[in-house]
């Protein structure tokens, strides 16, 4: 099994590792996993297709991550002003989430297991301020899937770069911006040394969930229990990994005040703007692809239905 990021990263990293010490702790003689960190295999965007070819036996990933070749799986891996992470995780385990995943995913010979919840995603890292909208236009910023195809309704020209690339080309000035993860993983990245203000909090990612992929003859292979014991521990994960980054995103942003940078909220003026692109967005998704449209029908219909609870649980 391979991670898609280094084992020593905040959240994403640290679950992968997690996860294999746990399976190995509780697989005895039954079931025993081999970790490598990103990149030690295979290139961390090659672990779809690896596992797909049976080279790797599983991968930690994320779904945004094949985006490109399956668009309805972005929703399983972030939703631009989507449920909050227990509301995200009611769906896919409540609300018919996981089956239509694992449907999509069934015909490329792999099979999805949800493996660690995220919590909210910052907003980004910007070399100016964001007042109103018009402050977007014609800005180079670095945004990914979704939530990038929103920012150029919003007048933004969005830039693909890996995570490596962030950190030298807004240093540069290439970008003017950009969004990457939660405080603690961005604390890894030095972003508070090349981007003076920081927006909190994330409109386009409120909760993520990362994957782990197996290979299907792989998982048809294995008994009930051993399926059932991988299935356990990556919904322990969930648990452990969102309740181990709470502290660390606090300290982090604590750290960047200390370092000058300046903390901001997105005026309303400019929120209005991005759920209204995120709205024309999910729209053409939908209109263009029919496992998109069941994807996002399925989220949809679960908040409709959980809305009544959903709403005044923050009052």
């Given at each position: ?86 509301d995200y995780l009611g769906w896919v385990y409540n609300g018919g989430g996981l089956e239509i995943w694992r449907e999509i995913y069934a015909k490329q010979g792999v099979v999805p297991v949800p493996c660690g919840l995220m919590d909210a995603e910052a907003g980004g890292w910007y070399t100016f301020e964001i007042n109103s909208p018009e402050d977007l236009q014609g800005k180079k910023v670095r945004f990914a899937g979704l939530a990038g195809e929103v920012m ?164």
């Amino acid at each position: 099994m391979q991670s898609a990021w280094p084992l020593t990263l905040p959240a994403s990293g640290q679950n992968a590792q997690h996860f294999a010490d746990r399976l190995n702790v509780k697989g005895a003689d039954s079931l025993k996993v081999k970790l490598y960190s990103a990149g030690k295999l295979v290139p961390p965007l090659q672990i779809f297709d690896a596992v797909q070819q049976g080279s790797l036996d599983a991968g930690y990933t994320t779904p945004l991550y094949v985006a490109g070749r399956f668009p309805a799986v972005q929703l399983f891996g972030g939703v631009p002003f989507g449920p909050d992470a227990m509301d995200y995780l009611g769906w896919v385990y409540n609300g018919g989430g996981l089956e239509i995943w694992r449907e999509i995913y069934a015909k490329q010979g792999v099979v999805p297991v949800p493996c660690g919840l995220m919590d909210a995603e910052a907003g980004g890292w910007y070399t100016f301020e964001i007042n109103s909208p018009e402050d977007l236009q014609g800005k180079k910023v670095r945004f990914a899937g979704l939530a990038g195809e929103v920012m150029k309704k919003a007048g933004a020209s969005v830039v693909l770069l890996s995570g490596g690339d962030i950190y030298p080309n807004l240093e540069r000035g290439v970008i003017d911006g950009t969004e990457f993860s939660m405080p603690a993983i961005d604390r890894d990245m030095g972003f508070e040394k090349v981007a003076r203000y920081y927006y909190l909090p994330g409109w386009h990612q409120p909760a993520a969930i990362n994957e782990l992929i197996v290979n299907k003859r792989k998982w048809d292979a294995m008994s009930d229990a051993q399926r059932g014991m991988i299935e356990d521990t990556c919904r322990e994960t969930h648990i452990w990994s969102i309740t181990s980054t709470t502290l660390q995103n606090a300290e982090a942003i604590a750290g960047f005040k200390a370092a000058g940078t300046e903390i901001r909220s997105f005026p309303e003026e400019v929120m209005s703007v991005f759920r209204q692109a995120t709205a024309e967005v999910m729209a053409e998704q939908a209109a263009e692809d029919p496992d998109f449209k069941r994807v996002w029908e399925s989220l949809q219909s679960y908040r409709e239905r959980t809305s009544l609870w959903s709403s005044h649980k923050s009052d």
